[in-house]
């Protein structure tokens, strides 16, 4: 059975900096594709940054680049995302999301992702 958990989330001012993980289990994150996406009230879910399959590639989302980090540890089979400079509207539920025959055409599309986190809450705000 495949799980992934995220944390890390919270409550960060405005040009902040918060990490959220994703440990996985049942499932080997350097053989799938991994993503993260997120969602704000009253929004649909945007694709923040992923690793292709083979983890040759990492992408991002044009609203994130250059502000988030997308890391993996594969010993720890744990995927992180490290958001500085953080802004209100990067306020939203953050989550991961892996498959194992995303091709990298889809990989921005959520469809494509066979396993979810729950979420975890990043609340931007003085």
């Known amino acids: 059975q495949v799980q992934l958990v995220e944390s890390g989330g919270g409550l960060v001012q405005p040009g902040g900096s918060v990490r959220v993980s994703c440990a996985a289990s049942?499932?080997?994150?350097?053989?799938?594709?991994t993503a993260w996406f997120r969602q704000a009230p009253g929004k649909e879910r945007e694709y923040v940054a992923g690793?292709?399959?083979?983890?040759?590639?990492?992408y991002y989302g044009d609203s994130v680049k250059g502000r988030f980090t997308i890391s993996r540890d594969i010993g720890k089979n744990t995927m992180y995302l490290q958001m500085n400079m953080l802004k209100p509207e990067d306020t939203a539920v953050y989550y991961c999301?892996?498959?194992?025959?995303?091709?990298?055409?889809?990989?921005?599309?959520?469809?494509?992702?066979?396993?979810w986190g729950q979420g975890t809450q990043v609340i931007v705000s003085s």
């Open positions: 999301a892996a498959g194992r025959r995303v091709i990298t055409s889809s990989l921005r599309s959520q469809q494509a992702y066979d396993f």
């Open positions: 049942g499932l080997t994150l350097s053989g799938a594709a």
């Open positions: 690793y292709s399959r083979t983890g040759g590639y990492t």
